[in-house]
């Protein structure tokens, strides 16, 4: 298993401004994901973040609004920019661990956003 | 091109019936299917996944999906359902990887009610 650590767990934000959130593993992981679940929604991927490389984003999430950084292959940082209502989700990190048809992902927590 | 379909938004049973979640997928590849749970303000937990071995899946807390390639559906079973039981339930497909990718496409997730 893996344990994903999420910060901050919960959040109320001004509109316009920025959130980052963090994302720890407690070991190495190659493959890293942010999801965000829109109030009574499913999960939506947001990007793909693997160390050494730039994020690859899924069709409409764009880095301008949603910068990652993977600086190492423990941790992540999601950045929801100059946020509006419409930002109001939960965000969740994921990883992948082991291999092939043995892959499993593990869930943080999530980050529960509201912009007001 | 993956996608998964939930066929029900909403299920309601009665404690100690049997719990039916419906769902059909669709892949280009050898598909990996899982099953996750998601509890009010909880993470979310796998219940039980399919990787291409035994096509009947048997998962925590009494769960179990069979695997219908001719039917492309794998839908999640429970002899009899418990209060416990109450909560989100959403299925994924995901190629593991071999497309490149190892994302994982979730449903519109089925929210399960258990009445006393």
């Known amino acids: 298993s893996a344990v994903i650590s999420q910060k901050p767990s919960r959040d109320i934000c001004q509109r316009g401004t920025s959130l980052t959130i963090q994302c720890q593993v407690d070991s190495q992981v190659t493959m890293m994901f942010w999801y965000r679940q829109q109030p009574g929604q499913s999960l939506t991927l947001i990007a793909t973040?693997?160390?050494?490389?730039?994020?690859?984003?899924e069709s409409g999430f764009v880095i301008d609004k949603f910068p990652i950084s993977r600086p190492n292959l423990t941790f992540s940082t999601l950045t929801v920019s100059n946020m509006s209502p419409e930002d109001s989700s939960i965000y969740l990190c994921s990883v992948l661990r082991s291999g092939g048809l043995n892959t499993e992902a593990f869930f943080g927590q999530g980050t529960r956003l509201t912009v007001v | 091109a993956q996608s998964v379909t939930q066929l029900d938004s909403h299920v309601s049973v009665s404690e100690g019936t049997p719990v039916l979640l419906r769902c059909n997928y669709s892949?280009?590849?050898?598909?990996?299917l899982f099953w996750y749970v998601q509890h009010p303000n909880k993470g979310l937990q796998l219940l039980l996944k399919?990787?291409?071995?035994?096509?009947l899946v048997k998962g925590i807390n009494g769960f179990e999906a069979e695997f219908k390639k001719s039917e492309t559906s794998f839908h999640l079973t429970k002899p009899s359902a418990h209060m416990s039981d109450a909560a989100e339930y959403f299925c994924v497909v995901s190629d593991s990887g071999t497309s490149g990718t190892y994302k994982y496409i979730f449903g519109t997730g089925t929210r399960l009610k258990v009445l006393a």
């Open positions: 399919y990787t291409s071995a035994a096509t």
């Open positions: 892949s280009s590849y050898s598909p990996s």
């Open positions: 973040a693997n160390q050494g490389s730039e994020a690859t984003y």
